[in-house]
T-cell receptor, first 114, second 113 residues
């Protein structure tokens, strides 16, 4: 039972354009969401997070949007840079019931072409 | 500030053996979580330790176990290795409070032959 799904295994965009990565979840108990990026041979690196009491959070070029009614979140990267090429993981936690346990999506490989 | 350190980086074992992986968290972090990453299953939660106690557990068989020491360092043990245990094992540390960010180590790549 995949509670967090990233339906696009890969995404390719041109440098300077917007990258939009999507994530859907099924567990209504999830109340905290995070995005991590991962380069080969490294561990996941935290990027940005959002609590379920918000619908948007921005940090520089990165913005995460949360649509609770649709159980959907997205990560926008503007403008995209070649160094952003990595695997992006969406993760969720249900803090009241499961503490800091994270449930991850399968990841989306983002390629930013110069 | 040093990050999360996992040792060893690579391991090769044969079926039936056991293995111990080590994780040193960021200084001041009291929570250590372990995850298994495989191509087919993605990142799966194994367990979390906080102040030397297992606080949370995923859906893995009892062959997977762990412990945490008083200095917050953690070890994970897998007994009676199976081919399907070949994976990247990731450790993450945090202060342990709700909403705290988990910071990951580079992982230990385990190959079971």
């Amino acid at each position: 039972d995949q509670q967090v799904k990233q339906n696009s295994p890969s995404l390719s965009v041109q440098e300077g354009r917007i990258s939009i990565l999507n994530c859907d979840y099924t567990n209504s108990m999830f109340d905290y969401f995070l995005w991590y990026k991962k380069y080969p041979a490294e561990g996941p690196t935290f990027l940005i997070s959002i609590s379920s009491i918000k619908d948007k959070n921005e940090d520089g070029r990165f913005t995460v949007f949360l649509n609770k009614s649709a159980k959907h979140l997205s990560l926008h990267i503007v403008p995209s840079q070649p160094g952003d090429s990595a695997v992006y993981f969406c993760a969720a936690s249900a803090q009241e019931t499961s503490g800091s346990r994270l449930t991850f999506g399968e990841g989306t490989q983002l390629t930013v072409n110069p | 500030k040093a990050g999360v350190t996992q040792t060893p980086r690579y391991l090769i074992k044969t079926r039936g053996q056991q293995v111990t992986l080590s994780c040193s968290p960021i200084s001041g972090h009291r929570s250590v979580s372990w995850y298994q990453q495989t191509p087919g299953q993605g990142l799966q939660f194994l367990f979390e330790y906080f102040s030397e106690t297992q606080r949370n557990k995923g859906n893995f068989p009892g062959r997977f176990s762990g412990r945490q020491f008083s200095n917050s360092r953690s070890e994970m043990n897998v007994s009676t290795l199976e081919l399907g245990d070949s994976a990247l094992y990731l450790c993450a540390s945090s202060r342990g409070a709700s909403g705290d960010i988990q910071y990951f180590g580079a992982g230990t790549r385990l190959s079971v032959l």
